[in-house]
């Protein structure tokens, strides 16, 4: 079969996931793609978004949410990073497997000298550190299996973006497993960027198809793209609203005593608020009919809140909206 092989140029992390989405649905050819993304958490499809981020060191540093189509966990992207795409037509679903596309990667990185390996099902390791995260979405007798590549990644930041406290979240979502990363440039015995990095995966696995050709996007599936991207994959609803319902518990520590609340949570609407301690009926009468069925999300709750601010005084507001999300 026809393989289309594309190096995709821009880095619109909403875009590029639009865009493996409407390969996947669209075309009947096997795909293989290569993408990267400017800084960005992309969570997998069954997580819960604002569980899986620091969400304070997200908005300071301007770092992108996105959410994939596939299962998995939570992967870190930024001009560093390569992305794969692999799409692949196939009789019986049941016949596929990770390795079936983790295994050219682990070819073309020992043509490198580079010694890479799977662990489970979804990780490819360099001498112990993570340097891959995988996952797959099947559409009717498609696959798509895509994954990360570390080449020279800001692993700072991945590592900042990525610390939360789980225990505050109650809920039924898919978690990540954290583990130690490095970035494949750190093994080389050559120099190389990540664009010469690029171009070699490019190559290499090109000669891996007999039949292939290199495709580019037409204007007109550049708009039906964005399209996808603009009503889909950068939207809040998309983005917040797919996770899992959830219970959110956090306290806010006051001179003297402790306030404690719940949020339950619903498509990342507020849908009940809890208290406990030392807050006033009043207050928590004009706390609850500000935030219910509100956006758990930081800038719509300060908006509620900086509304009713003088009412809740002592309360510092901005205190409680770091303790809210």
């Known amino acids: 079969m026809l393989v289309i092989c594309i190096q995709q140029k821009g880095f619109d992390p909403y875009f590029n996931l639009a865009a493996e989405e409407y390969l996947l649905k669209n075309f009947s050819e096997d795909v293989f793609m290569l993408w990267r993304g400017e800084r960005s958490i992309v969570v997998g499809k069954h997580q819960n978004a604002l569980a899986e981020i620091n969400h ?8 992108k949410i996105a959410r994939r189509i596939s299962g998995g966990g939570t992967v870190f992207h930024d001009p560093g990073n390569l992305n794969f795409t692999f799409i692949k037509t196939v009789e019986q679903i049941d016949q596929v497997n990770f390795n079936v596309f983790t295994q050219p990667i ?3 990185l020992k043509a490198l000298g580079l010694e890479a390996y799977t662990t489970g099902r979804n990780d490819l390791m360099l001498d112990g550190k993570k340097i891959s995260g ?13 994954g990360t590549l570390l080449f020279n990644s800001e692993l700072s930041q991945l590592r900042s973006a990525l610390k939360v406290d789980l225990s505050r979240f109650q809920d039924k979502a898919v978690q990540s497993n954290r583990s130690e990363v490095g970035n494949i440039a750190a093994f080389l015995n050559q120099e190389m960027d990540v664009q010469q990095f690029s171009d070699f995966v490019f190559e290499e696995i090109r000669k891996t198809y007999p039949a292939h050709r290199v495709f580019q996007f037409s204007e007109e599936e550049v708009t039906a793209i964005q399209k996808l991207r603009d009503e889909k994959y950068a939207t809040w609803d998309w983005i917040y609203g797919y996770s899992p319902k959830y219970t959110y518990s956090n306290q806010l520590e006051m001179p003297g005593h402790t306030i404690s609340f719940s949020l339950d949570v619903v498509k990342g609407i507020i849908h009940s608020i809890d208290f406990l301690g030392k807050i006033s009926n009043q207050q928590a009468i004009l706390l609850t ?33 770091d303790s809210l999300v």
């Open 56 to 63: 304070r060191y997200v908005a300071e540093n301007d770092i």
């Open 106 to 108: 682990v070819a073309v």
């Open 134 to 146: 995988n996952a797959e979405h099947i559409y009717k007798k498609r696959v798509l299996h895509h």
């Open 289 to 321: 009919n500000a935030l219910l069925d509100t956006r758990h999300d930081y800038g719509e709750l300060e908006q509620k809140l900086r509304k009713i601010e003088a009412g809740l005084a002592p309360i510092p507001v901005g205190k409680l909206l």
